[in-house]
């Protein structure tokens, strides 16, 4: 079992930067690829990001590419997503989310999720 609790939205301006923290507790989570999905208002949750376990393989969603950066540090059980850029566009709910392997960017892949943090851009 692995728990997951995001920090870091907030309010900001167009253009802006923020970054996101995921962190993690429970076993395996340095064996895990992780996560980021996002779901604006009265749609779907969307894939936004994903870091294998080394952090040597990253992917990203074609909106986010270029602003966008995960990482993470497994000697702090932590994932982050650096976002730079910001748009309107942009604003959601983000979602952590863990799993045991990586490549898969559907949610039906992450056994395990988050509560959220909302990130709203707006001026």
């Known amino acids: 079992q692995v728990q997951l609790v995001e920090s870091g939205g907030r309010l900001v301006q167009p253009g802006g930067s923020m970054r996101l923290s995921c962190a993690a507790s429970?076993?395996?989570?340095?064996?895990?690829?992780m996560g980021w999905f996002r779901q604006a208002p009265g749609k779907e949750r969307d894939f936004v990001a994903s870091?294998?376990?080394?952090?040597?393989?990253?992917s990203y969603a074609d909106s986010v590419k270029g602003r966008f950066t995960i990482s993470r540090d497994n000697a702090k059980n932590t994932v982050y997503l650096q976002m730079n850029s910001l748009k309107p566009e942009d604003t959601a709910v983000y979602y952590c989310?863990?799993?045991?392997?990586?490549?898969?960017?559907?949610?039906?892949?992450?056994?395990?999720w988050g509560k959220g943090t909302l990130v709203t851009v707006s001026t």
């Open positions: 989310a863990a799993a045991p392997t990586y490549g898969c960017r559907s949610i039906t892949c992450m056994p395990y």
């Open positions: 429970g076993r395996t989570f340095s064996g895990s690829a």
């Open positions: 870091i294998s376990w080394s952090g040597g393989r990253t």
